[in-house]
């Protein structure tokens, strides 16, 4: 399997607001912000989206650790359960790195030579992460855009469907559609 890769150290959204939870603790983000949810709602969502929701905000900007962190804020200043709110958060994800992909006229989206990896390579794995990026990058945008949400994310396809804007079984077609091309464009076939 394809691990995704995230930078540990950087001005990412993730060491950021770990930092703040730890550091100041739940009193002071509660007094600030008012929260209705507990910090551990809000690790156990980072836990399972964090990387998920940089590959998915990767497919439009070159800054996804800075488009995650404003829609985290987001969600903690609404005081949304993130565990209640996933396909919320996606889509705010998704509508930020939109607008910063049309903003920046240095951004390119999607990355070409000089973008940074998707995935982290490992000698162990049946495929090459550099061609599982191209191929994948190569893809129709809403075709690649239910792939990441369906492999990566682990959504369900009615979660899906909102999010890429189509109804649940045109986000299955897209989903088998997308399998096939790359399993062709990768010789797997």
Known sequence: MVKIMVKKLSKSAFPFIKIIFTFFGMKT???RYSLGMKLEELQRFLEQHEKCLILYARQWC???DDVVQEALMELVRKQLDPMQNTAWVYTVVRNKAVSV???STKQKPMGGQDCEPWFEPNTGDAIDAHAAQLHLQGLDEPIR???VLKLWSELSFEEIAPLAQCSKSEAHRRYQQGLELLRK????L
């Open 101 to 103: 992909a049309r903003r």
């Open 185 to 188: 464009k990768m010789g797997l």
């Open 145 to 147: 855009e239910v792939l």
């Open 29 to 31: 983000l509660s007094r």
């Open 62 to 64: 070159n800054t996804p």
